[in-house]
């Protein structure tokens, strides 16, 4: 069964303290990993689109890398607002896209 | 250009009633989808569907039923509301055939209590 797993569920950092958020995933066939930012009372908005394993994607402050197995959020120097819920998803063979339960990051000034 | 648009935006409900919420994307994007969001355990995908005339179950199907006569709409029902079904609903679409790219455009959400 195709599982996306992220953690940690939450995380507080101090604005310019660098940190990862993480994305495990067990899926029959990887099309693609998607990271996605979602405000309080929004719906998510699309951040990235990683497809084989060692690609690597940046904007701003983010930037995405994927191995076989896991995918990790780097976030260099945040600021306040980059306080937000961070979701990852899986497409596997098929057109099913699967979410993770998400990462929660708070950063405070 | 509005994106995807979902209608009611709030909805309160009793056991056993049914409702339709709606999402139309004016994008003309061929892949359309239903999840739904509870705390703790992220969008789960209800219904998708890849072109007019075509849909298909995601992981939580029971108790939603789907249709797609148009391109632009992907109406969502519930034919008799549970507790269970108490949730944020979020419609999205994609620009690419069969979902492919994982570029979803979502609406603002559907925040939906079954009492």
């Known amino acids: 069964e195709d599982q996306v797993t992220q953690s940690p569920e939450a995380l507080r950092l101090q604005e310019g303290e660098s940190s990862s958020l993480n994305c495990s995933y067990t899926?029959?066939?990887?099309?693609?990993l998607f990271w996605y930012r979602q405000d309080p009372g929004k719906g998510p908005e699309f951040l990235f689109t990683l497809y084989s394993a060692g690609e690597e994607k940046e904007k701003e402050r983010l930037k995405a890398t994927l191995t076989k197995k896991e995918s990790f959020l780097h976030i260099t120097a945040p600021k306040p607002e980059d306080s937000a819920t961070y979701l990852c998803?899986?497409?596997?063979?098929?057109?099913?896209?699967?979410f993770g339960s998400g990462t929660r990051l708070s950063i405070r000034p | 250009n509005a994106g995807v648009t979902q209608t009611p935006k709030f909805q309160v409900l009793k056991t056993g009633q049914s409702m339709t919420l709606q999402c139309a994307q004016d994008m003309n994007h061929e892949y359309m989808s239903w999840y739904r969001q509870d705390p703790g355990m992220g969008l789960r995908l209800i219904h998708y569907s890849v072109g007019a005339g075509i849909t298909d179950q995601g992981e939580v199907p029971n108790g939603y039923n789907v249709s797609r006569s148009t391109t632009e709409d992907f109406p969502l029902r519930l034919l008799s509301a549970a507790p269970s079904q108490t949730s944020v609903y979020f419609c999205a679409s994609s620009p690419r055939q069969g979902g492919g790219g994982g570029e979803l455009f979502f609406g603002e959400g559907s925040r939906l209590t079954v009492l």
């Open positions: 998803a899986v497409q596997a063979l098929g057109t099913k896209i699967i």
């Open positions: 899926v029959s066939g990887l099309r693609g």
